[in-house]
Nanobody, 121 residues
Framework: QVQLVESGGGLVQPGGSLRLSCAAS????????MAWYRQAPGKQREQVAT??????????NYADSVKGRFTISRDNAKNTVYLQMNSLKPEDTAVYYC????????????WGQGTRVTVFS
């Protein structure tokens, strides 16, 4: 079982940056593809970035809406996955969550509390 704790959210103006962290515990973190999701008010949760296990830090993949602005990374020694968010836009406002993905690409851990990101002008 994997337990997840997200942190790093906050208030930021458009064009600003934030770095989110997700600390995982309880299982073999390094064996799993990890993902960041977000849920904006009134919308469904969407996946924004994934990163494979990978001995050299993993291979990232991004939703089109964040490509070129967000960077996902992981530190297997610290059981932590990060999301560096640059050039933030008001539409990035959401609660951000991380999760581990199973073989079919489905999130399987219990969802954490998430961390709220608000981009305001």
């Amino acid at each position: 079982q994997v337990q997840l704790v997200e942190s790093g959210g906050g208030l930021v103006q458009p064009g600003g940056s934030l770095r989110l962290s997700c600390a995982a515990s309880g299982s073999i973190f390094s064996a799993y593809t990890m993902a960041w999701y977000r849920q904006a008010p009134g919308k469904q949760r969407e996946q924004v970035a994934t990163i494979t296990p990978g001995g050299s830090g993993g291979s990232p993949n991004y939703a089109d809406s964040v490509k070129g602005r967000f960077t996902i990374s992981r530190d297997n020694a610290k059981n932590t996955v990060y999301l560096q968010m640059n050039s933030l836009k008001p539409e990035d406002t959401a609660v951000y969550y991380c999760n581990a993905l199973g073989p079919t690409g489905t999130a399987f851990a219990s969802w954490g509390q998430g961390t709220r990101v608000t981009v305001f002008s």
